[in-house]
Each structure stands twice: as C-alpha cells, then as structure tokens.
C-alpha cells in the first residue's frame, strides 16, 4: 500500500460495510495493508489487513471493491499473505467470518482453511455469528497441514 492508496482503502472499506481504522492500523508495527490492483498506476481494487502476532498470523479485514469482485483479487492478497506467513515461520492462520458469507467462506476452504468454532452473536450490527477459520502450518517444513472442520457453518 502507498500513500496514495489511503482514500481508496477508505472507500473500499466503507463499500463493502467494513470499517478500518487506518490511522490507527498504520501505526501498528504488527499491522501489514496490503492492496491489489490491475496495473501499478491502477487503483486498488482490494485490500487485506493483517495481523503479525508471535507464531500467528491474523487476517483481520479482507474486502474487495463491489465494481471488481470475482476477479481473484482477495485470493491474490491471500495467498501472498499466506506465502508471508509461511516464509515467517508462522504455524497458524486465523481469521473470522459472517456466517451468512458463503462466498468468501467458500475461498477460505480453498486455500485450505477448516472451521474452529463458532462465535454466537459476535457482530454489534445485526448479531449476526462468526465463524471463526483456521490454517495450521508446519513452521519447519512450511507444508499446510490438513485439518478437518470443528464447527458447523449451517
């Protein structure tokens, strides 16, 4: 992300009912923006706020511009985030997400994400539930374990 990205971020953000505090995650030394875009000169079309914490790896906010959805940008972020997490030595990916998210859930299953639990209520806005996701990583082979799901999403 560069400077120039700060608005753009915002608005995406706003777009998609997500809220980043960007001052705030900017002055995190273990926060981490990242954006997509189409060409370098391009405008963002997505953006992924991470957390580095110890042997973890957090994906706090992934949102996409509604103009350019389906056109991989949230799975270039994140697998970017995850070949990161894995050159880091990381051993766990969590992440939390809207029960009624079935599209992203559905990305986060693909690049090898297992439901841990459930959180009822968790979201202020409509009480809707988090599904709390998990990636296990061997940190000294770097190899994504295979996990299987411990909490149903229906």
């Not at 009822?120 to 539930?129: I, P, Q, V």
């Not at 994504?144 to 909490?151: N, Q, R, V, Y």
Request: aromatic share 6%; charged share 25%; net charge negative.
């Amino acid at each position: 992300m560069t400077p120039a990205d700060r608005s753009r971020v915002v608005e995406i953000a706003a777009l998609t009912q997500q809220t980043i505090d960007l001052e705030a995650e900017l002055a995190k030394t273990w926060a981490s923006l990242t954006v997509a875009r189409e060409t370098p000169a391009a405008p963002a079309w997505a953006v992924l706020l991470t957390w580095s914490v110890a042997d973890e790896l957090h994906v706090i906010n992934v949102a996409t511009h509604p103009d350019f959805r389906r056109r991989g940008a949230a799975r270039a972020l994140l697998s970017e985030a995850l070949a990161r997490a894995i050159r880091d030595r990381k051993r766990l990916v969590l992440l939390e997400v809207r029960r009624s998210n079935l599209a992203a859930i559905s990305l986060y299953r693909s690049l090898g994400f297992t439901t841990h639990l459930v959180r009822r209520g968790y979201y202020a806005d409509n009480s809707e539930d988090a599904i709390e996701m998990k990636l296990c990583i061997d940190p000294g082979t770097g190899q994504i374990l295979a996990g299987s799901d411990e909490a149903e999403v229906d």
